[in-house]
């Protein structure tokens, strides 16, 4: 594994990046010989640093730096992290470019001294997050979405890839300390009390509850197990609204660092559970009853969509292309179930890490009213409780969303 202790490794400021982007040889097609630029700091992950560095005189030539700091931006330098995740984001953009083009931003390079990568700048779109929080419809999202992830999810599985080109791949993307992070973020400490959990203390009895439920511990540990042994697929690893860029008629799937050898349904389900975040969000963010369910329409709508596209796409890329006798119809259903329900409980687990764990998404935590914030927060994890618990009963995408919908918020408490 690289270390952030080489060299020339050295975390950029505003200067810095304009000085590196004028000395990079795979720039000089964008910015011309000595002719000005300037930067800014973009970055509003929780992980690394981003730039934005453009030609004074023509700012369409604008180009993304982002380099991967020794430690996690959210905490800082209490919390150390391999900056290796950096060559694991740029691999995943090239294999990620290849097969969906349309969808995946172009990296112009990655420079492996300062574990940074050069990226086309998306100007013309919005983080879906932000978007959603706003009440933004994007009618090309889903299918888009829906297609990124059969093609990304079934060419580089066993079902398409010889059985050596795929272990190869497991090495290369074998990514211990982000999906650590996963495992501890995600599958362990909301469902434990813990000094970083941090939920609405106006919902803490529902949390106690939740935490106290053996019987939802145990589905969740299926889930955590599945999530660090089902090497099915090259996954995203961390496909929410925030890693989406969007407008009318593109979407751009960006930040795979998390990427790595894992289960399908992680990615589906992290698509569909912050989709159902921004739901429960909107139960106090658009007040008005009929705009109010409108909107999650459109959001139901979106769910469908996405797993209906990745069926049909996954038929054409995958099953029409297999051996019938080793893959007959019944195991093609059967292997399909299983992404749903996959999708449905790691989905789950997501939204109730947003809601009880360290890092909080702002459709929620950007609620300012803390009794609103509470409402919605106590829907979501209903939702999620819900969706994990029933996932087994689940045979196709409209029980997925029939059991999400009928989720209710718990607070306000009702005596
Ligand atoms: C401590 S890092 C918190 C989260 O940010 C990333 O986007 C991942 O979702 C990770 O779990
Ligand atoms: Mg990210």
Redo the contacts with the bound molecule.
Sequence with gaps: MSSPTSSSYHPLDLAGAIVYARQRPELREIFRAGEELEASEVGD?N?NLVFKVWAKADPRRTVVLKQALPYLRLVGEGWPLPTDRARIEAEALKIQFRLVPAHTPRLFFYDPEMFLTVMQNLDRHLIMRKGLIQGIRYPRFAEHIGVFLARTLGATSDLVLDYKTKKELVVQFTNPELCKITEDLVFTEPYRPTARNNFPPEIEIQVLALQSDESLRVEVAKMKEKFMTHAQALVHG?LHT??IMVNNEETFAI?P?FAFYGPMGFDIGAVIGNLFLNYAAHEVRTPDPTARAAFRRYLIEMVTELWETFVREFQRTVWDQVDPVNFPLDYQEYYLLNILQDAAGMGACKMMRRVIGLAGVADLRGIENRADQALASSLALNMGQALLKKREQMHGIHDLIAVATACQPSYPWKH
């Design positions: 992950g992980l961390d925030g890693s930040d660092e």
